[in-house]
């Protein structure tokens, strides 16, 4: 099994900082993939941000320019650094691992809340 703890959330201010973090453990094998998602209430889950193990990133264009994923194969830590956070950032953060020991695995998500 593969199991993803994504942490850092929090209430920030608009205008603030977050890191979160998505570490891997178990039966991972080779990690290909982590993504970065959100849930706000009442919404779909959508996805922010992308990278692959290759180090190629791709970003939703909600968040172009204020957010960077970033990772650390050798410690299977993946993060998500966001800046310049807006009240429409508020939601639940996921992060999401494909590797080759199972595709498509979830964290618990983490909160995510920007207000003054």
């Known amino acids: 099994q593969v199991q993803v703890e994504e942490s850092g959330g929090g209430l920030v201010q608009p205008g603030g900082s977050l890191t979160l973090s998505c570490a891997v453990s178990?039966?991972?094998?080779?990690?290909?993939?982590m993504g970065w998602y959100r849930q706000a209430p009442g919404k779909q889950r959508e996805l922010d941000a992308k990278i692959t193990r290759g180090g190629s990133t791709n970003y939703a264009d909600s968040v172009k320019g204020r957010f960077t994923i970033s990772s650390d194969n050798a410690k299977n830590t993946g993060y998500l650094q966001m800046n310049s956070l807006k009240p429409e950032d508020t939601a639940v953060y996921y992060c999401?691992?494909?590797?080759?020991?199972?595709?498509?695995?979830w964290g618990q998500g983490t909160q995510v809340t920007v207000s003054s």
């Open positions: 178990g039966s991972i094998g080779t990690i290909y993939a």
């Open positions: 999401r691992v494909d590797s080759s020991g199972k595709f498509g695995s």
